[in-house]
């Protein structure tokens, strides 16, 4: 077995990994670098390998510093399976078309310049066409379900609980007579968080591949989050003041329903109009809606068994 680190590695966004195993290549993400725009479109427009000779590709989710680069890996001719868990592929086709809308637009600007100064024109790294093409190659799976990959490799999803549908990946391998397990972290979630179910640890190892990004950092609880919110409310409440709380579409904004419908429920906010700006976010939240399997006990307990939603109380307009 050879892996090599073409990306997340020296940096944070770009993950990128590639496994050589029984004479076949599994790749283990393909995400956006990010960063000044001259560098970051010459890293991901050019692989460092045979985009042709990859057998598979594993996707821990969607986050595109991990997903961003696959309709370029397509576009460039890579034609097999992608594995992923059912919510990471529900998500993807929503983050990485917008991905490519994004470009597209960024591409429009570039060249109006560019044709004012007499300067080549440039092409997206990829359109909306790729994405589509890339979204045909996404299998689903389930979680704690073991898959073959390639000839003596099967791996096993299990919960992250970093983004809904977030995995990490245990690889069984049978190489020349021998066995090896190999994890894969993925982005490691916090435990005890509101949502999503905690995550599953990898036990029994020989090779451990994981993120650190967070690694000496000490976070505050869930209940000191939900108490810090909700004197905020409180405070701009009392003043006649308006809060605006810039959040990630996927994942935050949805935490953010989550704990405010919750504080509201519990009486300990005062009832206040609140607003969701952002199209993404919705398509993101019926994803989120789609896929309750992802949700821990306490979600099921306070709205799932009452069939209310997490997301959707009387007060918060979408």
């Known amino acids: 077995m050879k892996i090599q680190f073409f990306g997340g590695a020296q940096t944070v966004t770009g993950s990128e990994h590639l496994l050589s195993i029984n004479g076949k290549r599994i790749m283990l993400e393909c995400g956006l670098f990010q960063g000044k725009r ?3 479109y010459e890293k991901n ?5 045979d985009v042709t000779k990859i057998d598979a590709m594993l996707l821990s989710h969607a986050h595109i510093d991990h997903s961003g680069n696959i309709p370029n890996l397509v576009k460039n001719g890579f034609h097999n399976q992608i594995l992923a868990t059912y919510a990471t592929v529900d998500l993807c086709e929503i983050m990485l078309r917008d991905t490519a809308h994004l470009q597209e637009m960024d591409v429009q600007w570039m060249n109006k310049i560019h044709s004012k ?11 909306m066409a790729d994405v589509e093409k890339s979204l045909s190659s996404f299998n689903g799976v389930r979680y704690n379900e073991s898959v073959k990959v390639t000839p003596g490799v099967t ?17 069984e391998i049978t190489e020349n007579g021998r066995k090896l397990r190999v994890g894969f972290s993925g982005d490691a979630g916090r435990p005890n968080m509101p949502i999503l179910r905690d995550p599953n640890l990898l036990f029994d190892l020989d090779v451990l591949i994981m993120e650190s990004t967070y690694g000496n950092r000490v976070h505050p609880s869930s209940e000191d989050m939900e108490e810090e919110l909700a004197q905020i409310v409180q405070d701009a409440s009392k003043s006649k003041g308006k809060i605006i709380i810039p959040a990630f579409a996927v994942g935050r904004t949805q935490m953010l329903a989550y704990i405010l419908h919750k504080l509201s429920d519990q009486g300990r906010i005062p ?10 976010a919705n398509s993101a939240t019926e994803v989120f809606r789609k896929h309750p399997e992802c949700f821990d006990r306490e979600t099921e307990r306070i709205f799932l068994n ?13």
Request: glycine fraction near 8%.
């Open 155 to 171: 791996a096993t999803f299990l919960d992250a609980g970093h983004i809904l549908g977030s995995a990490g990946i245990l690889l």
């Open 45 to 49: 427009r050019n692989f460092p390998f």
């Open 306 to 318: 009452s069939h209310e939603d997490p997301f959707g109380f009387g007060r918060l307009k979408y």
């Open 117 to 127: 100064n007499h300067q080549p024109l440039v092409e997206p790294l990829y359109t």
């Open 271 to 280: 009832n206040i109009p609140i607003y969701i700006d952002s199209p993404m």
């Open 38 to 40: 001259k560098d970051s």
